[in-house]
C-alpha cells in the first residue's frame, strides 16, 4: 500500500531533510504551485510537518481510485500549510483522509420547520466529519491547487473545518490560546460575517466566496481560502479579520503571493 510506504520512509528515526526526496519536491512545485512561492525556510518547516501528517493520518482510495505518492504529497502540503507553525501532531482529531476520483455521494440530513429530520443524498467535493475524517474529490484537490489565486481550494477549505472543531464546536471559531483571544476574534468575525452577510443579500461580489454566507462555520473555511489565496486583496477588503487570521495561522501570505 503506498500510504504505508510513505509512512516508513517518513515516520523513521531518520531525519526528515535526509529523506525527503527531489522527486517530491519537484512533484510539490509541479502540482502544488503555491509550495514554489514558499520562502526556503517555510518549505523545509512544511516538509517536517508532511512527514508527521502522513505518519499519523491514513490514506485511502475509494470509488476505484488508486492512491499515489503524487495524491498523498499534494494533499498533504496544503493540508500541513495550515499548520506549518503548529507543535506536536498536525491534526490530533483527525485519523483518515479518503479520495474519491471526482465528486462524491453524501447523506444530509434536515430539519423541517415542523420538526421533522428528512434525509438525502448530496453530491460533494469535499466534507470534513466529527468522526476524524476529510474526504475529498480528487479532481478538485488538483483544481484547487493549480490555482493559486482564486481563493478557490477545496483542501484548505475542508482542512479548516477540522481546525475549527478542535475546540469541540464548528462554530467558525477553532481553539485559541486564551479567553481574550476569543473574546477578540469573536468581535471581529462576527461584524464581518454580519457585513459579509448584507453585502451577499444586496447582491455585491467581494473577494469572499459567497458561499461563506452559509453560516459562520462555513466563513471561516472561505475565509480560509481567501486568506491564502487572496492575501492581498482580503487584507485590503477586511484587514481586522485578515489580522486574526494571520495571528492565528502564524503566517503572513502576503509575503510569498506577491
Request: proline fraction near 4%; include cysteine.
Given at each position: 500500500?503506498i500510504?504505508?510506504?510513505?509512512?516508513?520512509?517518513?515516520?523513521?528515526?531518520?531525519?526528515?531533510?535526509?529523506?525527503?526526496?527531489?522527486?517530491?519536491?519537484?512533484l510539490?512545485?509541479?502540482?502544488?504551485?503555491?509550495?514554489a512561492?514558499?520562502?526556503?525556510?517555510?518549505?523545509?518547516?512544511?516538509?517536517?510537518?508532511?512527514?508527521?501528517?502522513?505518519?499519523?493520518?491514513?490514506?485511502?482510495?475509494?470509488?476505484?481510485?488508486?492512491?499515489?505518492?503524487?495524491?498523498?504529497?499534494?494533499?498533504?502540503?496544503?493540508?500541513?500549510?495550515?499548520?506549518?507553525?503548529?507543535?506536536?501532531?498536525?491534526?490530533?482529531?483527525?485519523?483518515?483522509?479518503?479520495?474519491?476520483?471526482?465528486?462524491?455521494?453524501?447523506?444530509?440530513?434536515?430539519?423541517?420547520?415542523?420538526?421533522?429530520?428528512?434525509?438525502?443524498?448530496?453530491?460533494?467535493?469535499?466534507?470534513?466529519?466529527?468522526?476524524?475524517?476529510?474526504?475529498?474529490?480528487?479532481?478538485?484537490v488538483?483544481?484547487?491547487?493549480?490555482?493559486?489565486?482564486?481563493?478557490?481550494?477545496?483542501?484548505?477549505?475542508?482542512f479548516?473545518?477540522?481546525?475549527?472543531?478542535?475546540?469541540?464546536?464548528?462554530?467558525?471559531?477553532?481553539?485559541?490560546?486564551?479567553?481574550?483571544?476569543?473574546?477578540?476574534?469573536?468581535?471581529?468575525?462576527?461584524?464581518?460575517?454580519?457585513?459579509?452577510?448584507?453585502?451577499?443579500?444586496?447582491?455585491?461580489?467581494?473577494?469572499?466566496d459567497?458561499?461563506?454566507?452559509?453560516?459562520?462555520?462555513?466563513?471561516?473555511?472561505?475565509?480560509?481560502?481567501?486568506?491564502?489565496?487572496?492575501?492581498q486583496?482580503l487584507?485590503?477588503?477586511?484587514?481586522?479579520?485578515?489580522?486574526?487570521?494571520?495571528?492565528?495561522?502564524?503566517?503572513?501570505?502576503?509575503?510569498?503571493?506577491?
Amino acid at each position: 500500500m503506498i500510504w504505508e510506504k510513505l509512512k516508513a520512509l517518513l515516520g523513521g528515526e531518520t531525519k526528515v531533510a535526509e529523506v525527503f526526496q527531489e522527486e517530491w519536491i519537484a512533484l510539490l512545485k509541479q502540482n502544488v504551485p503555491l509550495y514554489a512561492q514558499l520562502p526556503e525556510e517555510l518549505r523545509l518547516r512544511l516538509h517536517e510537518r508532511i512527514a508527521q501528517f502522513i505518519s499519523t493520518v491514513r490514506f485511502e482510495g475509494c470509488g476505484g481510485l488508486e492512491l499515489t505518492e503524487a495524491m498523498i504529497l499534494t494533499v498533504a502540503a496544503q493540508a500541513c500549510l495550515l499548520v506549518v507553525h503548529r507543535e506536536g501532531k498536525p491534526y490530533p482529531l483527525l485519523s483518515a483522509v479518503y479520495l474519491y476520483p471526482t465528486t462524491f455521494s453524501s447523506v444530509r440530513k434536515r430539519m423541517g420547520a415542523s420538526g421533522i429530520i428528512t434525509e438525502g443524498e448530496v453530491r460533494r467535493l469535499g466534507e470534513s466529519s466529527v468522526w476524524g475524517t476529510v474526504v475529498l474529490a480528487w479532481d478538485s484537490v488538483t483544481q484547487g491547487a493549480r490555482h493559486i489565486d482564486d481563493g478557490d481550494n477545496v483542501t484548505f477549505h475542508e482542512f479548516a473545518h477540522q481546525l475549527d472543531r478542535e475546540d469541540g464546536t464548528t462554530d467558525g471559531a477553532p481553539a485559541l490560546a486564551s479567553g481574550a483571544a476569543y473574546r477578540t476574534w469573536s468581535r471581529v468575525f462576527h461584524a464581518n460575517y454580519a457585513d459579509f452577510l448584507q453585502q451577499t443579500e444586496e447582491g455585491r461580489k467581494t473577494v469572499l466566496d459567497a458561499y461563506g454566507a452559509t453560516n459562520p462555520a462555513e466563513f471561516f473555511a472561505v475565509a480560509t481560502e481567501t486568506f491564502f489565496e487572496k492575501p492581498q486583496q482580503l487584507y485590503a477588503e477586511r484587514p481586522d479579520m485578515y489580522a486574526e487570521l494571520m495571528k492565528y495561522y502564524h503566517l503572513d501570505p502576503r509575503e510569498w503571493m506577491g
